[in-house]
């Protein structure tokens, strides 16, 4: 026997034992894209059959049912009811997505049109993703969520969990960097840059079931790489977090809290000690 073929024989062995029933992950990226193109048919790639809308809602559900089969066990209803379920949110998901892509084009002096948001900008492809997967999240389907999430990552840079609680008009500017945790409460008209973080004080399993992450309040501005972290922290509404904030304690409404900045002027300066770079 070849060391390759032993080598074969002790994975699968190994397979067997620890065989774990999964949804597959290019399906559900799969289930994404689909999604989106449900959504936000791009015109130069729609059919022009009278049933296009129809074929593509049915395509979507087709592709839930397949990614739901896997963890069927761990589901409190059947994979039809939870499509079902889901499918019958799709008009709600719709229309706050387009309060978000409305959102950014106010703000961003750089959005021409709501199209070029909605095809063009990371911010709104995960936040897309994210209203999706949320919907999963509560309807109790594990792993699923985060697959889509986790995809959403990836090609944005962005990661928001689907746990996360988050009302209309969201805009995320840039985005690269951003982390949203799962209890993070965010509420309406609320912009944030990129490098934010809405995390956790501690990282304990003792905790999973605990609100870990800020709750951020109505009308709030945090600008890039503010750092906002601890279940109990509140950002009151109409605050304004300057860059590179970093904040574990709960902020007053109208606030505007931001990052000193110091220039010290050196004087007698000893040129032996200056560091000469060269480029």
């Known amino acids: ?21 999964m949804p597959a992950r290019d399906l559900a990226h799969r289930f994404v894209e ?25 395509q979507m559900e087709s592709t839930l049912k397949l990614l739901l089969l896997p963890v069927n ?49 990371p911010g709104f492809f995960a936040i897309m993703v994210y209203r999706l997967s949320h919907v999963l999240y509560r309807l109790g389907v594990p792993t699923v969520p985060r697959l889509m999430s986790e995809y959403a990552h990836t090609k944005t840079g962005i990661d928001i969990h689907p746990g996360a609680t988050i009302g209309e008009s969201f805009f995320i500017d ?7 945790g ?3 409460i965010i509420k309406n008209n609320v912009k944030i840059y990129q490098g934010v973080t809405l995390g956790a004080l501690q990282v304990k399993k003792s905790l999973a079931k605990k609100k870990r992450h800020p709750t951020v309040e109505d ?30 304690s709960s902020v007053e409404s109208n606030s505007i809290v931001y990052h000193k900045h110091e220039t010290k002027v050196r004087t007698n300066l000893d040129e032996s000690k200056i560091i000469n770079f060269q480029i």
């Not at 074969?8 to 774990?20: C, G, V, W």
């Not at 840039?174 to 982390?179: A, E, F, I």
């Open 1 to 21: 026997m070849s060391y390759l073929s032993k080598v074969m024989d002790e994975l699968q062995a190994s397979r067997n034992n620890n065989e774990i029933d």
């Open 34 to 58: 689909e999604a989106m193109n449900t959504l936000f048919p791009i015109s130069a790639r729609r059919s022009k059959s009278c049933c296009a809308e129809e074929s593509l809602l049915y």
């Open 73 to 121: 066990f761990k589901l409190n209803k059947s994979v039809e009811q939870i499509t079902h379920d889901f499918m019958i949110e799709i008009p709600s998901v719709y229309r706050a997505l387009l309060k978000d892509a409305e959102a950014i084009q106010k703000f961003d002096p750089a959005a021409d049109t709501i199209g070029e948001v909605i095809i063009a900008y």
């Open 174 to 180: 840039h985005g690269t960097g951003v982390v949203i």
């Open 182 to 184: 799962e209890t993070a």
């Open 219 to 248: 009308n709030v501005i945090i600008y890039s790489s503010a750092t906002i972290l601890g279940g109990d922290t509140v950002i009151g509404r109409n605050s304004i977090i300057g860059g590179n904030v970093w904040l574990t």
